[in-house]
């Protein structure tokens, strides 16, 4: 009995961790409104469950397979839209980033957010359920449904509780990410009425679509439909100004789930959706030119906007700009080390940038300001906090034996592979990475204590548990990166595969599709 | 023989002192700090008698650090005798300056933070000589430039330090871009970094291939080791406490460069091009950085100067296939060079702080250890024979006009000038007459042990430790030549050199100063290190900084790309007081946003039905 009630739950362990925010969001409705305890409490302990729920995916994930944990239910049948949710090595990574990071901008929110307390946690575990539905939907119409469903809270938490030009930004974010899912939502549906037409059958399945036989005209068409959808959300360069702006304007959590996990939906959809829907497209010379020239254009242009911010946060959102740059160049680079190591570099994101933007959060709450003059010298008062942004700095910059090294290093080794300039202009990035957090680690943790922070208290026990775990995966990944290349191996080469179909046998590497494919053992 | 515990030792004591070190007496952080560093070179040395010939490299796997596709990557150690000179030398030399620290830091503020970050920088420093492949070594190789900027920016309310910590971190990252662009190349083309595989099939590789490898590394080895152009950061490095400076900017972590390229011979080999490059860079760099020395007035400026001239010889020696020569003059250099750096902060802390040469003058009676002790390294590193530097400097010499003579002939004029340089800042700080204000005294025992070890190094450690002997099976053989009349020209020079700084500084002290009166034009380019810094600031850093302002960020982004879309952000603002009321509702306005949302995805399916069913029929 015992066993089979633990079998059961394994069974829906993804719905289980898809739900659990949105089943804590009911409950927390009926808190009243009186008791902003209570909701706080209510609102960490619920997204701390959520992470917990979600452990079990990792002990339990079989790398040998592909899409696991999956369940199927009906939906709505007419349409032929069914409940498919699965995840594999990219999803699992993703919903662990989601699961930690959500819990963590929960946590970073308690003493940070004062009015409507209510409302906030109800949004931000709203938010949590459709960003985990994003990276587990099978059926496109479910996925675009929790695609859509992330746009509505986040249009909320920078709206309501954000900074003076809240509105702005909060317009400025919904209009361009409207404007790209309704372009995706032709292209899902270009897609339905194809499969339509070969099958005569209604599916938004995403294993049926894969069978689609599709001209290299609507490949086209639809590559670019997804295109302007994810491109908006990773951001590509020339559609990131709006992040800037939302950054800004957004409380703390709110900048650190846009940029660690938010922006992901962008990278995520290219890897899980254009590649394989649209393989002959996506390996159009023209349109891999393109792609990688836009990503290059965002490395080196979001470094150096960096480079010119006077405002702390919107220097951090600058800096996504170019981190996503690498990501995106991975994808493009449409071969396996780039693709791993766009997915690791996707990570990497989330937890350095997230470390950036709490850490922005740790002076705001302090000081009410987020211009970099107003700092200085708090190696002086804050020693822990200046170690912790620190360690957050070097893995951004791509520091070994950090994380973002790891990511770095196997993005620029898959453009290289491709075309030397890529690498190139990708490493003129990194050399640029450095100098603009450097200039911000000396102009604000360094030089003379401004009278103005000699009173600055230094991290509390709350903040420095939002860290630690955070700096801990840091250096796992950065020492140990093996698990997440293995957890990898198999997505990456079922999307590379199905773009490049026999590029493992082409370049004698060993097949991770292949059952008997022997680990390649280096003699030593 | 557990070589992992060689760097693991100082990491230890990093994490001990960098932790707790806050609350710990200075005792026990010199116990930690120093402890950790001395039992790692006692490890260095139990393991050096417990592997015996070393006639082929020794090599431990810990694990696999990163497989993906074809690279495979270890975290391998291995030893052979080039890595046990760097060992003995790295954890050696280490040993004492750690030493000299606690006299030299009794004083300052930060001790723990202090001796925690060179702590760490032995760590990172002995990953990179124990690396068994490109990758590892890359990670010492960047960790010690960490280090660096952390020792460099250690007096971080100073903005000139934190300043010059930037402009080495900065810089070096401009030679790591080739260093890691050499990685991916090699990866590519000789799909591994294991020196054992690279090494193995380097030969049968193109020489198109190993030349473009080896002149990458070679930026790479320019930003570390402070070469031409990129050696800009060094001399600022000195804003750094004095033990860092004989540390990690003169003794280990500048020779990183010529050790990688050394270690790198069997690509260089089958590369002559790139070869012929690193001779160049480093017989130019030699030749420039000394006539800058000759115009400096600190102290410790005129060391960092002389520091890149070295680096240059070794890089010459390494250039023209006397790779073992120029590992020997990296151990000589270490000798004389940390002494000269530790002897002028003994002067430092006698002065409180003073470093100017200008207000310094007849110390010899004040502080006759640190005089007789830094006597000792300016023989030897002017090249007075039988002292350490003659030896290693004459054989690179040697090597260079086997190569080419100009090379020699320029090697020799920059021997007499580094005699000059050298002498006249003895000359100026122990000669003479007192010229400043404080009360000079001698250094404690705790310092002057150190220099004294080092002062017995720099005289004896020319014949004591023949390198090349001791490295002549690792690395291909060059003709034997012994010329006697090319020595002999050498040593003239330095001679020559000592003498025109005893003329100019001890014998007719105005004549300096009417010399640089007289060649005015020339002496101030000179003394104002030839603009190279104006030079770079207004030709790669301003335009940087103005371009991205006014061009991307003031420009494109606020006026061309939000610009485009003003329309829409004009009748955003319009929607957004609209969007406004519906604040106040979440709940509703949420309602309100599923009811849009379905609106539009009815409207598109319809659409798209109609557009290609229709189509279709």
């Known amino acids: ?524 | 023989m557990q070589l992992w515990l060689i760097p693991i030792l100082p990491l230890a004591g990093f994490l001990i002192n960098g932790l707790f070190g806050r609350r710990f007496s200075k005792g026990l952080i010199n116990a930690v700090a120093i402890g950790s560093v001395v039992l790692s070179f006692a490890w260095v040395l139990k393991t050096i008698f417990g592997l015996g010939e070393l006639s082929a490299p020794y090599t431990e796997h810990y694990f696999t650090w990163i497989q993906s596709g074809i690279v495979n990557i270890g975290c391998d150690f291995a030893v052979d005798r080039l890595t046990v000179v760097m060992l003995l030398v790295v954890t050696g030399i280490g040993s004492l300056i750690h030493i000299y620290s606690i006299g030299y830091m009794a004083h300052e503020g930060g001790y723990y933070r202090f001796f925690a970050f060179l702590n760490l920088f032995m760590f990172f420093m002995l990953v990179l000589v124990l690396a068994a492949n490109y990758l590892v070594l890359f990670v010492g190789w960047e960790g010690v430039g960490l280090c660096s900027y952390l020792l460099i920016g250690f007096y971080f309310d100073k903005k000139f330090a934190t300043d010059a910590g930037n402009k080495a971190f900065i810089v070096n990252r401009i030679g790591d871009f080739g260093f890691s662009l050499a990685i991916f190349y090699m990866v590519k083309n000789l799909g591994s970094l294991d020196f054992a595989t690279v090494f193995q099939r380097a030969p049968g590789a193109s020489e198109a291939v190993l030349t473009t490898i080896g002149l990458l590394l070679l930026l790479g080895a320019c930003g570390k080791s402070a070469q031409l152009p990129l050696y800009v950061w060094l001399p600022d490095a000195m804003a750094g406490p004095t033990p860092v400076s004989a540390l990690i900017h003169a003794a280990t972590m500048v020779t990183a460069g010529v050790y990688m390229t050394a270690r790198s011979w069997p690509i260089y080999t089958h590369a002559p091009a790139a070869m012929d490059t690193i001779a160049i860079v480093g017989i130019a760099t030699a030749f420039f950085a000394a006539t800058i020395g000759l115009a400096q007035n600190d102290i410790k400026k005129v060391f960092a100067y002389s520091t890149v001239s070295q680096l240059g010889y070794m890089f010459v020696g390494v250039g023209c296939g006397a790779f073992s020569a120029g590992i020997w003059h990296l151990v000589t250099h270490a000798f004389f060079k940390a002494l000269l750096f530790l002897g002028s902060g003994s002067v430092i802390h006698a002065l409180a702080g003073e470093q100017d040469l200008r207000h310094m003058g007849g110390l010899r009676k004040k502080t006759p250890w640190t005089f007789l002790t830094m006597m000792c390294a300016a023989v030897a590193i002017a090249g007075i024979p039988p002292f350490s530097g003659f030896y290693s400097k004459d054989a690179i010499l040697l090597a260079a006009h086997q190569h080419a003579p100009w090379m020699y002939w320029l090697g020799v004029v920059t021997a007499g000038m580094t005699a000059f340089y050298v002498f006249r800042a003895m000359f100026l700080a122990f000669f003479g007459d007192y010229r400043g204000h404080e009360h000079a005294h001698e250094s404690p025992p705790v310092m002057i042990a150190p220099l004294a070890i080092l002062a017995l190094l720099s005289l004896v450690g020319g014949f004591l430790f023949n390198v090349p002997h001791f490295l002549a099976a690792l690395f291909p053989a060059l003709a034997e030549s012994e010329d006697v009349s090319l020595m002999a020209i050498s040593v003239a020079a330095g001679l020559a050199g000592v003498a025109l700084a005893w003329l100019m500084y001890v014998a007719r002290p105005g004549m300096a100063d009417s010399l640089a009166a007289g060649l005015r034009g020339l002496y101030t380019w000179v003394y104002n290190k030839y603009y190279v810094d104006e030079l770079y600031d207004a030709a790669v850093v301003k335009p940087v900084v103005n371009g991205s302002r006014v061009v991307l960020w003031k420009g494109v982004d606020a006026g061309l790309i939000d610009g485009s879309v003003n329309g829409v952000g004009a009748r955003a603002r319009n929607l957004g007081s609209v969007l406004r009321l519906m604040q106040s509702g979440s709940i509703r306005s949420y309602a309100t946003w599923v009811l849009f949302g379905s609106v539009v995805l009815i409207v598109a399916m319809v659409a798209v039905e109609i557009s290609l069913v229709g189509g279709a029929r």
Request: net charge positive; aromatic share 14%.
């Open chain 1, 1 to 524: 009995m015992r066993d089979y009630s633990l079998f059961s739950f394994m069974d829906h362990i993804l719905s289980i961790v898809l739900f659990t925010p949105l089943a804590g969001l009911l409950v927390l409705l009926f808190i009243p409104s009186s008791k902003p305890r209570a909701i706080k409490l209510w609102a960490n302990a619920i997204s701390l469950a959520g992470f917990l729920v979600s452990l079990p995916l990792v002990f339990n994930f079989d790398h040998t397979r592909d899409f696991q944990f999956v369940e199927k239910a009906a939906w709505i049948p007419t349409l032929g839209a069914t409940y498919h949710i699965g995840i594999d090595g990219l999803g699992l990574l993703l919903v662990m980033l989601t699961t930690l990071l959500g819990f963590l901008s929960i946590l970073s929110s308690w003493s940070a957010v004062h009015e409507r307390l209510k409302e906030y946690y109800a949004f931000f575990l709203l938010l949590q359920t459709g960003m985990l539905g994003v990276f587990m939907a099978l059926d496109l119409l479910l996925f675009f449904v929790f695609w859509e469903t992330v746009l509505v809270p986040m249009y909320f938490i920078i709206g309501i509780w954000g900074g003076p030009r809240r509105v702005y930004a909060a317009i400025k974010f919904m209009i361009y990410t409207l404007i790209g899912s309704v372009l995706m939502l032709l292209g899902i549906l270009t897609l339905y009425f194809q499969h339509y037409r070969q099958f005569q059958l209604y599916s938004f399945d995403y294993a049926d679509l894969m069978h689609t036989q599709l001209s290299p005209a609507v490949q086209w068409w639809v590559f670019w439909a997804f295109f302007v959808g994810f491109a908006v959300k990773v951001p590509m360069w020339p559609f990131h100004t709006w992040l800037p702006d939302a950054h800004v304007e957004a409380p703390t959590a709110g900048s650190v789930i846009l940029a660690s996990v938010l922006l992901k939906m962008g990278t995520y959809g290219f890897l899980r959706f254009s590649l394989p829907l649209v393989p002959d497209a996506s390996r159009n010379q023209t349109v891999v030119g393109i792609m990688v020239f836009l990503s290059i254009v965002g490395i080196v242009y979001g470094a150096l906007a960096s480079l010119m911010q006077k405002d702390w946060k919107k220097l951090v959102a600058y800096s996504s700009v170019s981190h996503l740059g690498f990501c995106t160049l991975g994808i493009f680079a449409l071969n396996p080390a780039g693709m791993s190591g766009s997915i690791i570099q996707q990570i990497n994101h989330g937890i350095s940038t997230g470390m950036l933007f709490l850490i922005v959060g740790v002076v705001y709450e302090r000081r009410h300001t987020r211009e970099i003059a107003e700092y200085g010298g708090l190696l002086k008062v804050m020693p822990i906090f200046t170690l912790v942004f620190g360690l957050a700095a070097l893995s951004s910059m791509g520091m070994p034996p950090l994380n973002g090294f790891i990511g770095e290093l196997t993005i620029l080794g898959g453009a290289y592979q491709e075309k030397v300039m890529w690498a190139f202009w990708a490493a003129v990035g990194i050399a640029l990475g450095a100098a603009y957090l450097l200039w911000l680690f000396q102009r604000t943790m360094l030089g003379e204590v401004n009278e103005k922070n000699r009173t600055l208290k230094d991290l509390n026990w709350r903040e420095i548990a939002i860290f630690a775990p955070l700096i801990v995966w840091a250096f796992w990944i950065g020492l140990n990166p093996q698990p997440y290349f293995r957890v990898l191996d198999r997505p990456v080469a079922q999307i590379v595969e199905r773009v490049r179909p026999g590029y493992y046998a082409a370049h004698r590497l060993p097949n991770p599709l292949e059952p008997a494919a022997p680990q390649t053992q280096a003699a030593r």
